[in-house]
């Protein structure tokens, strides 16, 4: 399918600094995935024969995740010569000298241009046979954006930037997107002729539809029907508004596959998450990153899910998780915590305030309530007393505890490890547990209780607990000390 005819470029040389970042701009995400990210998977659906992206500032850092979201892209770097149209050159080099067929220009900060919008703009580029075809908009206000000035024809004479217009060439309401697809031959004859007269001294790469006019070229442009396909992100404004945009699609996307969505307003989901039918999202949740979700789950309200696995007709309500699996017909939540690497298993049970860490819980077993579970394994049908504690760090190492199968924890254990408990065994109640626990054993922590009488009275004199204990006695209304 790899159209021999079509190469891409595109422009990640940006500085970027009104996004006032550490970051590089184009690096800043979009439904968990960088803004150049999304470019370059637009890039990758128009099938070309080459991709080059030009690159400056952030150099490594932006070049090594363009080669991570799309290997074949050849990296090309801008020198100091400024300018679009200087990008455009260096890209152009990188391609064969052989090559005669069509370039599409675009930006890395513009993720919501689609594949079907580009294809349609090289789609009339080629039908007319012009040198140049502008992806444009028309917008109420267009302030800041460069304009189409069109001629008597109809054709585009030039694009003037913003600060090069006058105030005739300002009312113009058809703006430049930044995007373009043009016939390589005339690219190439043209750019080496633009210069950097203009009022910031750059080679823009605008300045080629002039030219190419002036050869008896024919230049074209097509306005997109919704402007908000070719906007940029320039700051982080604009990137929210971004945001809220695509997932505002993904949102709906999922609705007509089947999804139910109480509150799209306060639901997102990253492009790569997998949903499937029926699937319920409550409000306030946030499914990220390459997270699945079987059918009849229930997902929320207030859950935050991060590259998980969510098992047929779980329910995980006010739940924070990453990279935790989570099985079929268990329970999660209110206010759970899942770290790395926890994995529940069917019909299992992780519940409130609990906080588990790379430990695995067999089928049926349950940890109800306000426990640690860490670098632990428990085995099938069990189920771990409320305020329990896997106590797996010596300050210097980690360990492991092992719990069976029908074991029956009671509350307020700590588990010091390396420690294991055997199939079906007992512990009692506020017992510490720093020896292994053979199979069908009760556990009790050995030193009894010691009341002291009268300590209240004799030490703390004065308070009212001592008058209440004193009136107690007085009454005899208190337990025999045994």
Not at 84 to 99: I, K, M, N, S, Y
Request: proline share 4%; with cysteine.
């Amino acid at each position: 399918m790899t159209d021999q005819n079509l190469a891409v470029i595109i422009l990640a040389a940006g500085e970027g600094t009104r996004m006032r970042s550490a970051t590089p701009k184009i690096l800043h995400t979009l439904a968990g995935i960088p803004l150049v990210g999304h470019v370059l998977a637009t890039a990758r659906e128009l099938h070309p024969a080459h991709i080059v992206a030009v690159v400056r500032h952030e150099r490594d850092a932006v070049a090594a995740v363009i080669t991570q979201n799309l290997p074949e892209t050849v990296i090309v770097d801008q020198d100091d010569i400024p300018g679009t149209g200087r990008a455009v050159e260096v890209a152009l080099g990188a391609l064969p000298a052989d090559f005669a067929g069509d370039v599409v220009v675009v930006s890395g900060d513009v993720p919501l241009l689609d594949a079907d919008t580009l294809g349609h703009l090289l789609e009339a580029h080629r039908a007319h046979h012009a040198a140049a075809t502008v992806l444009s908009a028309v917008l109420e206000d267009a302030t800041g954006y460069g304009r189409i000035i069109r001629g008597a024809d109809g054709l585009v004479d030039r694009i003037v930037e913003q600060k090069d217009a006058n105030q005739s060439e300002l009312e113009v309401t058809e703006i430049n997107s930044g995007s373009y697809v043009f016939g390589v031959r005339p690219l190439r004859d043209e750019l080496p002729k633009v210069g950097t007269g203009n009022a910031q001294g750059e080679k823009y790469l605008t300045d080629v539809v002039g030219l190419l006019r002036a050869s008896g070229n024919t230049v074209e442009a097509m306005p997109v029907a919704q402007s908000w396909i070719v906007g940029g992100v320039n700051d982080r404004v604009q990137l929210a508004e971004a945001s809220a945009r695509l997932n505002a699609l993904i949102v709906r996307g999922w609705q007509l596959a089947g999804v139910t969505v109480q509150d799209p307003a306060t639901t997102w989901i990253d492009l790569n998450v997998t949903l499937a039918e029926d699937v319920e999202i409550l409000p306030g949740t946030q499914i990220k990153g390459a997270t699945t979700i079987a059918r009849g789950a229930i997902i929320g309200p207030d859950t935050t899910l991060v590259d998980c696995e969510v098992g047929e007709n779980a329910v995980v309500k006010r739940t924070d998780a990453t990279l935790a699996v989570i099985g079929r017909g268990a329970s999660v939540g209110p206010f759970a915590y899942l770290r790395p690497n926890t994995v529940l298993g069917d019909d299992g049970k992780i519940g409130t305030f609990v906080e588990t860490k790379n430990s695995t819980i067999g089928i049926g077993s349950k940890v109800p309530h306000l426990s640690y579970i860490g670098d632990t394994e428990i085995g099938v049908q069990s189920n771990i007393g409320a305020g329990t504690i896997t106590a797996n760090y010596d300050g210097v190492n980690k360990h492991r505890t092992t719990v069976g199968s029908h074991v029956r924890t009671s509350s307020h254990n700590v588990f010091v490890a390396p420690v294991r408990i055997g199939d079906g065994a007992y512990t009692g109640a506020g017992t510490v547990v720093r020896k292994d626990v053979p199979a069908g054993a009760l556990a009790i922590s050995v030193a009894p209780q010691r009341n002291m009488i009268g300590w209240v009275e004799e030490k703390r004199a004065g308070t009212a607990a001592a008058a209440a204990a004193a009136a107690a006695g007085e009454s005899g209304d208190q337990p025999q000390s045994r």
